[in-house]
């Protein structure tokens, strides 16, 4: 009989190893310090059949916060399981522990770096209204001219400046809140969003102690090409800081790397930086040599705590559509972690029904493509909370596992 799901035991770190180096690569210990550590071990779950670990589904948590209001977010990742013990059911029993302790830890919501179905079978939905900006040279050099390419420069970050780092990423309105390890965890391995990376600091050329921004930036080299002549592309995959500032380091990135594209992704939420980009809205960059896409997120999300997520946020919910926001009561049909049932949204005798899962995440954060169902009831309701939605969502950057 299997074993599980549960949490990894201490004498079992190195069938994990085995599991994970089998299924991806070698040195994923090194790659997730955050996931695969002695404090996190409770939230590694596993499968045990045949006196062995067969599968595996890693989980961190932490908290975040969305436009200052507080949530708690857990991170799906490193889910593997031996192709001979595929087809039993193992992942989906796994995930969906990890979905139960998860509501019992008091999470809000959940974010998988993955979109198979294992995931959009129990409600998981790729979510956001964003943008996927792609930088050629003659976008570069615009920006360059725009923005003051010459008044800055690009320096190496190394761990000594994670302070001046993590304040850049403080003033972030949409941000995990993260502990010093985990910044520490991201400089030691060096590996972010499953690449090697290489950290970048953008300062004044007069004053290059004090940072305006920073970068991470996927090594073009390693950065995984679906056809080998593919042109090479610098990723940023984290950014915080002066957006003008840091358009003005886009062609000093095109000139140390070497290649013909910077990518960018920009967060729906982020107005700023959408705006300088993206004119108008929902069409094409104002820069020649600059296209951007609408996009969602990298992976899927899942709500875990409906009711507890849509109280926390009534504060962001009060500031869009005012007083009445703390009138609305929010109900679920199945316990927190589950992937069944329905929502109830009332304002007074008025009520809205959600009918699933997979709805809600999209309702809630947006999605990049039409909603596979809409809400039903009352039209009421559903106009004064589509004032208030999407909610933003976050983005991974070194917190990917």
Same mark, same amino acid.
């Given at each position: ?25 070698? /040195? ?5 310090? /955050? ?24 989980? #961190? ?9 507080? #949530?708690? +977010? %857990?991170?799906?990742? $490193?889910? *593997? ?7 039993? &059911?193992?992942?989906? /029993? ?20 993955? &979109? ?22 003659? &976008?570069?050099? %615009? ?25 850049? !990423?403080?003033?972030? @309105? +949409? ?40 970068? #991470? ?22 950014? *915080? ?7 003005? *380091? ?6 140390? !790397?070497?290649?013909?594209?910077? $990518? ?6 982020? +107005? ?8 108008? @809205? ?49 109900? $679920? ?8 049932? &329905? ?18 995440? /999209?309702?809630?954060?947006?999605? @990049? ?22 909610? @933003?969502?976050?983005? !991974? ?5």
């Amino acid at each position: 009989m299997p074993d599980g799901p549960r949490a990894l035991k201490p004498n079992e770190w190195t069938q994990l190893d085995a599991l994970v180096s089998a299924v991806f690569r070698p /040195q994923m210990f090194h790659d997730y310090p /955050q996931l695969f550590n002695e404090r996190n071990r409770h939230n590694l779950r596993i499968v045990a059949e045949d006196g062995k670990v067969v599968t595996h589904v890693g989980m #961190i948590e932490r908290p975040a916060s969305l436009a200052g209001c507080r #949530i708690d +977010v %857990a991170c799906i990742g $490193a889910v *593997a399981t031996y192709p001979d013990y595929r087809g039993k &059911g193992f992942a989906s /029993q796994a995930f969906q522990d990890c979905c139960d302790k998860a509501a019992a830890d008091g999470i809000d919501i959940m974010l998988i770096s993955g &979109g198979r179905g294992l995931y959009t079978r129990v409600g998981c939905r790729q979510v956001r209204q964003d943008w996927d900006v792609a930088i050629a040279p003659e &976008g570069a050099s %615009a920006l360059g001219s725009a923005f003051g390419q010459s008044r800055y420069r690009l320096l190496p970050l190394g761990s000594e400046r994670i302070d001046a780092a993590r304040r850049l !990423y403080e003033a972030e @309105p +949409v941000r995990f809140l993260r502990s010093l390890d985990d910044w520490q965890m991201a400089w030691s391995c060096g590996v972010v969003m499953n690449t090697a990376s290489d950290f970048w600091g953008i300062a004044p050329a007069d004053c290059p102690d004090e940072l305006a921004a920073y970068l #991470i930036v996927h090594q073009p080299h390693k950065l995984r090409r679906r056809q080998p002549d593919d042109p090479l592309v610098a990723r940023i995959v984290e950014f *915080a800081g002066d957006r003008a500032v840091l358009l003005a *380091a886009i062609p000093l990135l095109l000139e140390h !790397y070497g290649v013909g594209r910077v $990518a960018l992704h920009v967060q729906g939420h982020d +107005v700023a930086l959408r705006a300088l980009l993206v004119d108008p @809205p929902g069409r094409q960059s104002r820069w020649p040599g600059i296209v951007a896409t609408p996009a969602g997120t990298s992976g899927t999300l899942r709500v875990i705590s409906f009711v507890q997520l849509m109280e926390r946020c009534r504060p962001l919910l009060a500031e869009r559509i005012g007083w009445t926001a703390y009138d609305l009561r929010f109900a $679920a049909d199945e316990r927190p972690g589950s992937a069944l049932g &329905g929502f109830t949204i009332s304002l007074g005798s008025e009520l809205l029904r959600i009918p699933d899962l997979a709805t809600l995440d /999209q309702w809630l954060f947006g999605s @990049p493509r039409p909603r596979e169902a809409e809400p039903a009831g009352s039209a009421q309701v559903a106009r004064l909370l589509e004032r208030a939605l999407p909610l @933003p969502s976050l983005w !991974y950057g070194i917190s990917y596992v």
